[in-house]
């Protein structure tokens, strides 16, 4: 059964230093976000992207934080100074489509990101 | 404010015995809901969703979720736990248009042999 992919599992960083989070959607999947948990935290919407354009972000997406699709298979999430704050597990998802009622996200694994 | 609640931490049961996971909701629309399971370091694995028609939705894994209108409650159910079910439940919805998801704060369901 296809699934998201995300790299790496863990990432320690010292504040102030750009990250790149990887993720590998499904393949056949259009529509891509990101999500973040901070601990003892809900998981929280940051951005949705389609068709190599942010469709939807949310108010802690701000200017720090970017997204891409370099490629047909990868989409990455950067972090361009990061901050304590910024320590979470991020959640890449894709869904067939998007921006209809109630299309189903299927999400990675995961990565926990340290910021020190 | 759109927002949804789990308001277990927790959940213990006995293998054998129902289960019941409860999520409320309070949306501005017709509410589209989701549940999803966390095994340890693994991803937020889909289980089941309500869109509309049939109250009663069937799920993987022999779970089932009863959408209530009236009571704005989405909750999780199994006939009979068993040890492996043992996992991190999350309930999340959205309506409209919208692509994201608002999730619960998560209930750990505990399963005892």
């Known amino acids: 059964e296809p699934e998201v992919t995300q790299t790496p599992s863990h990432q320690v960083t010292q504040m102030g230093q750009e990250v790149i989070l990887r993720c590998v959607p499904i393949s056949n999947h259009l529509y891509f976000y990101w999500y973040r948990q901070i601990l003892g935290q809900k998981v929280e919407f940051l951005v949705s992207?389609?068709?190599?354009?942010?469709?939807?972000k949310s108010e802690i997406f701000d200017d720090q934080f970017s997204v891409e699709r370099p490629d047909g298979s990868n989409f990455t999430l950067k972090i361009r100074s990061t901050k304590l704050e910024d320590s979470a597990m991020y959640f890449c998802a894709s869904s067939v489509l998007g921006g209809r009622a109630g299309e189903t996200q299927y999400f990675g694994p995961g990565t926990r990101l340290l910021v020190l | 404010a759109q927002s949804v609640a789990q308001p277990e931490d927790q959940v213990n049961v006995a293998e054998g015995n129902p289960l019941t996971v409860k999520c409320t909701y309070s949306?501005?629309?017709?509410?589209?809901l989701f549940w999803y399971v966390q095994y340890p370091n693994r991803g937020l694995q889909f289980l089941l969703k309500y869109i509309t028609g049939d109250n009663l939705v069937k799920g993987s894994y022999g779970f089932e979720a009863e959408f209530n209108k009236s009571q704005t409650s989405f909750h999780l159910k199994k006939p009979s736990a068993l040890v492996s079910d043992s996992a991190l439940y999350f309930c999340a919805v959205t309506w409209g248009n919208f692509n994201k998801f608002y999730f619960g704060s998560g209930t750990k369901l505990n399963v005892k042999p």
């Open positions: 949306v501005s629309g017709n509410p589209y």
């Open positions: 992207f389609y068709n190599n354009e942010i469709s939807e």
